[in-house]
T-cell receptor, first 119, second 113 residues
Framework: KAGVTQTPRYLIKTRGQQVTLSCSPI?????VSWYQQTPGQGLQFLFE???????NKGNFPGRFSGRQFSNSRSEMNVSTLELGDSALYLC??????????????????FGAGSRLTVL | QKEVEQDPGPLSVPEGAIVSLNCTYS??????FMWYRQYSRKGPELLMY????GNKEDGRFTAQVDKSSKYISLFIRDSQPSDSATYLC?????????????FGTGTQLKVEL
């Protein structure tokens, strides 16, 4: 069973540019979440999508946006890049969203991440 | 103050040692507690998750939750060099609000031969 696939794995951009990152979840998983990981702040929640609808959003500026397609694949976009946006962007998928965790259906499986460097 | 506090380490132990990793939290709404392991240049992988206060064991790993003290721990017995990684605690209310996890900043562990 294929895991969560993120592309591209590495990219370098300059300030002011925009970037789009892609995530293909595990087959059958309908929830996709995005996290930003930096050395100082650790993993911070960006947003979660389920059945093409944004379920939850973290405390990030509007420059960060995302979407989910009917096949559950997801993209996130960062516009007007700033130096502080340099980070590892992680995507995670799960079978469902919310509710009790006892069945394991909410367990998040992470991809390897997309490492963004902004110069 | 962060909702979840975790000692960043680094923590260096000899092979075979018992390792104790800890997190404290302030949000009493957190009901589910997880430990992830992250190797360099990889995404986090789930080690264990638990709901209730008490202990949960899986092989060499034991997760412990004390909700009254808002304190969770992960114990690794007979530590191996392959356990060298960053360990992240994560927690969530997992209510109708979705799958949002709040993470600690991670503890870097090195197990030396």
């Amino acid at each position: 069973k294929a895991g969560v696939t993120q592309t591209p794995r590495y990219l370098i951009k300059t300030r002011g540019q925009q970037v789009t990152l892609s995530c293909s979840p595990i087959s059958g998983h309908r929830s996709v979440s995005w996290y930003q990981q930096t050395p100082g702040q650790g993993l911070q929640f960006l947003f979660e999508y389920f059945s093409e609808t944004q379920r939850n959003k973290g405390n990030f500026p509007g420059r960060f946006s995302g979407r989910q397609f009917s096949n559950s694949r997801s993209e996130m976009n960062v516009s007007t890049l700033e130096l502080g946006d340099s980070a590892l962007y992680l995507c995670a998928s799960s079978l469902r969203t919310g509710g009790a965790m006892s069945s394991g259906a909410n367990v998040l499986t992470f991809g390897a991440g997309s490492r963004l460097t902004v110069l | 103050q962060k909702e979840v506090e975790q000692d960043p380490g680094p923590l260096s132990v000899p092979e075979g040692a018992i390792v104790s990793l800890n997190c404290t939290y302030s949000n009493s709404a957190f009901q589910y507690f997880m430990w992830y392991r992250q190797y360099s240049r990889k995404g986090p992988e789930l080690l264990m998750y638990t709901y209730s206060s008490g202990n949960k064991e899986d092989g060499r790993f034991t997760a412990q939750v004390d909700k009254s003290s808002k304190y969770i721990s992960l114990f690794i017995r007979d530590s191996q060099p392959s356990d060298s990684a960053t360990y992240l605690c994560a927690m969530s209310p997992f209510t109708g609000g979705g799958n949002k996890l709040t993470f600690g900043t991670g503890t870097q562990l090195k197990v030396e031969l």
